[in-house]
């Protein structure tokens, strides 16, 4: 009798064990449903939310929503590099902002350097004015520099306030509208563009230059500025989309 209940207590610990092997699977089947009618009311809401769209929205492999992303619009800041007496950049940047404002993917911002107050020469600590332009330039994910051309170059207004930003310029696109006589502008930003390479931003191939000597309602300048920005409105969600995956180095 000794022997048989021993036998019998042994034989129950298995029995014990596979029930309890059993539980912890129920158990974990029972969290595996919990998560997937978590997962399907999500998505249900999200249906509902999307319903006058006729489609639900598409999620990227890191479950973001893409088609939302891409709707907030690219925070573009104009910036205004001339700071003479007399400019003609104010009305330039004017011209070009008139001719974005119809579309509703560009969230524009105008950054005129005449508006800050920096100082005449590079300190060891930035000023109130430098830290507020290197702001706007952080918040911005595309630029479109409006730039004058000055003896074949760009202005020294221009140089001294893109020297104060680094990183915030980098991994961002930069568009240009320049103008003068002429060669419209297109010696200043040829060299504009290797300073922004030197700085890991992405300067677009397409642009618009202005004559002044023209009319500014000519067809040529009109059709100009359209693909320039489908072109920075491109990299700049490309872009947008990879700095939020992972930190641009250099």
């Known amino acids: 009798m000794h022997d048989r209940h021993r036998d019998s207590g042994r034989g129950g610990a298995p029995q014990r064990a596979v029930q309890a092997v059993q539980a912890v699977r129920e158990v974990r089947e029972g969290l595996e ?14 249906r509902e939310e999307w319903g006058e769209r006729g489609r639900a929205p598409e999620r990227d492999d890191r479950g973001r929503d893409t088609a939302r992303e891409a709707q907030v619009p690219l925070r573009v800041a104009v910036i205004i590099g ?27 911002s105008v950054v005129d350097l005449i508006d800050y107050d920096f100082p005449a020469h590079y300190p060891d600590r930035a000023t109130t004015g430098i830290t507020e332009f290197t702001d706007e330039v952080a918040r ?59 700085l890991h931003a992405v300067s677009l191939r397409n642009g618009v230059g202005l004559n002044l000597l023209e009319d500014l309602s000519e067809p040529d300048q009109e059709r100009a500025v359209g693909p320039m920005l489908d072109q920075l409105a491109w990299w700049g969600l490309a872009l947008r989309d990879a700095r939020t995956a992972r930190p641009y180095l250099s």
């Open 33 to 46: 449903c919990l998560e997937e009618w978590e997962e399907w009311e999500k998505r249900e809401e999200e």
């Open 82 to 108: 001339s700071t003479r007496d007399g400019r003609c950049g104010e009305a330039v940047g004017r011209w070009f902002t008139e001719r974005v404002a119809p579309r509703d993917d560009l969230d524009l």
């Open 140 to 198: 911005a994910d595309a630029f479109v520099v409006v730039t004058p051309e000055y003896n074949r170059s760009f202005p020294a207004s221009l140089k001294q306030a893109i020297d104060y930003a680094y990183d915030e310029w980098r991994a961002k696109p930069v568009a240009f509208v320049s103008y003068g006589h002429g060669s419209r502008g297109l010696y200043a930003v040829e060299q504009l563009r290797t300073v922004f390479t030197e």
